[in-house]
């Protein structure tokens, strides 16, 4: 099981037609201190690049994107309580939603870890 | 993209090697925050003291022969009343406009020389605010802008015992007044005011000495530098406003809730620059105030959102919003319809296109804990 990863800054772990989003490491350091997520009802139909999530850190909000189409399925409620998770494990504990895709020719359109280090990079 | 030339304050090189986010501000290039960030150094302010480089902001001298005439001149400007400053004492005020909507605002120190006036006002305005001094002193009267001068600011409960190990008289400047200092030889204009709703000093020095100063304050253990970040969530917790965003030329000081900063003689008298709208808010009332909104979730309000009424009719708009580490939870400021300004007004404020509850609060949302 592979990570892929967003123009956007979203990283996406899939096991089966369900995918695990959050934002990277590269994406909380930018925001600095993360005090609000604004998660997505179950049951939300998210289109690819569309607004799925909002994070807020001291300095901002910032819109979260669909990196897949689907349907989100499960969203990580501990960030509700505590937002900060996100800063300490942005590509772990501090996932975001979970998806049930629905057009699995997306994925190919995301990056592989070491073509999104060169995007962040560049 | 255009190419813009920022200025450097004499600390640059020590954001530099203290590995600071550099940021454009008010032409100058800033430190928003170091890279414990915003929050930690929010917090570390409120506990122990934060050294802040405030340098990019305008210092200047109303210079005239004696303080009545100086502080005539300067009451024609300002709303305050200047001739009452006892000699080291320091108040705060605004530059009006002709319609009384508020230009800057600024502090005013009746310096140890008689007839001196020592000003501090805002780094994105003070362009503008010397030109408007200058157009409106009498002849006898003159402005120096101050040049080649650093201003530092050490804010938090431990402020004073660190300043006084440099200086032991740094513990006996009343608040709202300064004094002349000599710290570890420097020679400092200290004055026990600041930004945070903390006790603390803001200390200006020569360009020459900011950097040894500098150095000297952050190592004492209690010091930790702090960038314009936390400079920002601290005096919106202290329910302080910040020009461009919670005043500008439409507001009045009326409106913006600052008619403790017009004292008793001045409001019954007049005679500044604005006063006829300042006045006949003071009589009538004004229709609009700035007040403290506190959303009810953990959602912040930025600057720009809308307020409305239960009903969902607009009444304001929010200035200042984000979240406050110290109240743990969203806080934000802006201006609602008179009728609304009570304490424990139920509002709406739209955010992201939904209602969300919030209410009318006083501020600050954080007591102040100055040095009385």
């Known amino acids: ?122 | 993209m255009t190419v813009e030339t920022l200025h450097r304050t004499a600390l640059y090189a020590q954001h530099e090697s203290l590995g600071a986010k550099l940021v454009p501000f008010a032409g100058y290039e800033m430190p928003v925050q170091y890279p414990t960030g915003i929050l930690a150094e929010h917090n570390w302010t409120r506990t122990y003291a934060g050294l802040f480089d405030v340098s990019h902001m305008g210092q200047g001298f109303v210079v005239g022969p004696d303080h009545a005439t100086t502080a005539a001149a300067m009451q024609a400007i300002v709303p305050a009343d200047i001739a009452a400053l006892k000699p080291h004492q320091i108040r705060y005020s605004q530059f009006l406009n002709e319609q009384g909507g508020i230009l800057d605002d600024l502090m005013i120190t009746r310096f140890a020389n008689d007839g001196w006036l020592y000003i501090v006002c805002n780094a994105s305005r003070k362009t503008h605010d010397f030109t408007h001094i200058e157009k409106h002193l009498p002849a006898g009267v003159k402005l120096q802008r101050s040049k080649h001068m650093s201003l530092l600011a050490l804010q938090g409960p431990k402020a004073e015992c660190v300043l006084a190990k440099l200086d032991p008289a740094a513990a006996s400047i009343p608040f709202m007044h300064y004094a002349a200092l000599k710290l570890d030889g420097i020679v400092a204009h200290v004055s026990r005011s600041g930004y945070t709703g903390e006790d603390g000093f803001e200390i200006s020095v020569t360009d020459h000495d900011a950097p040894r100063l500098w150095s000297l304050l952050l190592a004492d253990a209690d010091v930790k530098p702090i960038g314009l970040g936390a400079r920002d969530s601290l005096r919106l917790e202290a329910g302080l406003c910040l020009y461009g965003h919670d005043i500008d030329e439409t507001t009045s000081p009326v409106e913006a809730d600052l008619l403790w900063s017009i004292q008793k003689r001045r409001r019954s008298e007049g005679g500044f620059v604005g006063a006829a709208r300042v006045l006949a808010e003071i009589k009538n009332g004004p229709s609009r105030k700035r007040v403290g909104i506190k959303p009810e979730g953990r959602a912040p309000a930025r600057e720009g959102t809308v307020v409305t009424d239960t009903a969902g009719r607009v009444i304001g708009t929010i200035t200042s919003g984000g979240f406050g580490p110290t109240a743990n939870g969203p806080v934000a400021m802006g201006y609602v319809e008179s009728a609304f300004a009570t304490v424990g007004t139920a509002v709406h404020l739209i955010v992201r296109e939904k209602p969300m509850p919030a209410m009318v609060t006083s501020l600050p949302f954080i007591p102040h804990n100055y040095k009385r």
């Open chain 1, 1 to 122: 099981m592979s990570v892929k990863f967003s123009k956007d800054h979203e990283w996406v772990s899939v096991a089966g037609d369900i995918a695990t989003i959050g934002i990277t490491n590269h994406a909380q350091e930018q925001l600095g201190d993360v005090v609000f997520v604004e998660l997505p009802a179950i049951g939300k139909k998210v289109s690819k690049g569309g607004d799925a999530a909002v994070v807020e850190s001291v300095k901002a909000a910032s819109e979260v994107y669909a990196p897949l189409t689907g349907e989100v399925v499960e969203v990580n409620k501990d960030l509700e309580g505590d937002p900060a998770l996100v800063n300490r494990g942005a590509e772990g504990d501090g996932w975001f939603m979970k998806v049930k895709f629905s057009d699995a020719a997306e994925l190919g359109e995301l990056m592989d870890r070491a073509a999104y280090d060169k995007f962040v990079a560049a």
